[in-house]
């Protein structure tokens, strides 16, 4: 392990990205906040306060149900995550909240911002350089929300190298990076490198890729490897292509007898069903119809030759 770990940089006192506070809003003024849920950086542990014993049943007695979920979904909602679940939550709280958004303050490479979202879809939201005061929407906004979201994946994205999957030349972007850091609640952990439940991270091998996509992250894949593993696929692609081409050469005999036996029944106007080739002696065949033509033919011809040098000599 440390031979892995001890390129990366030892002087970095806080990560690149984390959430310190995350506020619901019902209206877009501070009278209609529905609640302010603050985080530390590090780790943050959400958990439901357990009810009194008998004032809950089923599962609300065990503690579900009462939105860490929800609150995990929607921090990614603030970071421009794009997947159904997300979606669905939104769409959800428009129904609730047509008015209504989220305030997130983060700090991204040790710099504060503000950003808000509303449920509304096709509602502008905004950001602001710095922690908003508490009228947030009396402030002059920097610029519009996916604006920001768009600086912010990139910023996230300009160290990943390889920028691209060696092997299918797939673009890393930052939602595939995103499923990884935010993975579902409802993967679980069935597998390392299984994050989303049922709509996949948008890469295109489920197995092979996400691998590759953490070390990139990380900055433990070298260049040589990089450059190697590009050749194996550029080597596996000429491969298929010849196995192809070879298979194609393999049926064309095949194709060209075919297309030669039609041509050959079409001239001598011989059905289908009549074999090219006799079995027996003195069974019918394709071959036999057309050596006999031909042998008409030659006949024919030998007697116009006769007919010409006749005809010669009566001229001469």
Known sequence: MEQLIQHLPKDRQAPRLWFK?????????????????SFRRGLNVVWAKEPAVGSAVGLH??????GKTSLCLLLRYCLGDPSKAVTELRDELYSEF???????????????????????PHREGFAIDGEGSDDVWAQEA????????????????????????????????WRHVLAWISRDQGSRFKSFFTWREG??????????????????????MD?????????????????????????????????????IESNLRVMGA??????????????????????????EAAGRLAQWDLRQEKADQDLA
């Open 61 to 66: 007695a065990a503690g579900h149900g009462v």
């Open 142 to 173: 920097e610029s519009n929300d996916r604006d920001f979201l768009k600086r912010l994946a990139s910023d996230m994205m300009s160290s990943v190298s390889p920028s691209k999957i060696p092997d299918t030349g797939q673009a890393i972007e």
């Open 199 to 220: 709509e996949g991270t948008g890469l295109q091998r489920g197995r092979q890729d996400p691998p590759i996509v953490m070390r990139a992250v990380l900055g433990l």
């Open 223 to 259: 260049q040589s490897e990089s450059l190697l593993m590009s050749r194996i696929a550029t080597l596996e692609q000429n491969l298929s292509r010849a196995s192809q081409r070879a298979n194609e050469l393999q049926r064309e005999p095949a194709l060209i007898r075919r297309r």
């Open 270 to 295: 011989l059905p289908d069903d009549l074999p090219i080739q006799a079995e027996g002696l003195f069974d019918d065949s394709v071959e036999k119809r057309i050596k006999g033509a031909s042998e």
């Open 21 to 37: 506070q995350l506020t619901i809003f019902s209206e877009p003024d501070t009278a209609n906040i529905i609640r302010e849920v």
């Open 98 to 120: 047509p008015r209504g958004g989220v305030i997130a303050v983060m700090n991204v490479e040790d710099r504060p911002f503000t950003l808000c979202r509303y449920f509304n």
